[in-house]
């Protein structure tokens, strides 16, 4: 089912040109390589690049572009409980983000909801918002969680948008921990992360791994 405007949405004509402000330029210039994207709170915009400086812009409002395509809904980062939200979206909060293949799935959500009840607030990847076009560039559980753990296994490993995630966690110097789930070698981006191997016993390696996560 595709998403309607609602009465807070600014709707532009198509004939409209799709301008915004550049703080660079510090003037309003009509917009390169337009394209539709969603807020974390799921409202449309556009982001694209000014034709000046190449200084990345964004405005707010839905175009002809949108049309068709899915609202995602908001973006809610746990804290409290594994699935509330603080009130200051901004801010890093004191979430787990798990970044795992879609074959690790029923183990991912397995480890989320053990570290849930043991106090761990996580974040878990959802499939529907795997191809939305984010206004900050990234999926904004990325931005707000103040940890990743990584489930490392061959399919993790070989995934592309596994390693997009620690990467970006990597490139912002924020903390990694692995859970190794398969007989995989470490890549090299993860070699230095705390590591708890689960191939044995998983109670103990759960244990394990609360302790490395509150470290």
Partial sequence: MTD???PHDDVFDDDDPLEAYCVRCKEKVEMEDPQPVWTRKGSPGTRGFCPVCGTTIFRMGRTAAHRGL????????????????????RKAVS????????????FAHKLADDLGNMGVQTWLPR???????????VHPALEDCTQMLVILSAGA???EAVREAWDFFREHKKRIVVAQVGAVDVP??????PRVDFRDDYRPALRQLVQALAE
């Fill in 95 to 106: 979430a787990t983000y798990i970044n795992y293949a879609d074959a690790d799935a029923v």
């Fill in 70 to 89: 899915k609202k995602p809904k908001a973006v809610k980062v746990a804290e409290g409980a594994s699935h509330s939200r603080q009130r200051h979206p």
């Fill in 157 to 159: 490993a070989a995934d």
């Fill in 127 to 137: 499939a529907t918002n795997g191809d939305v076009a984010w206004a900050g560039g």
């Fill in 188 to 193: 090299d981006a993860l070699r230095r992360a």
């Fill in 4 to 6: 309607h405007a609602t």
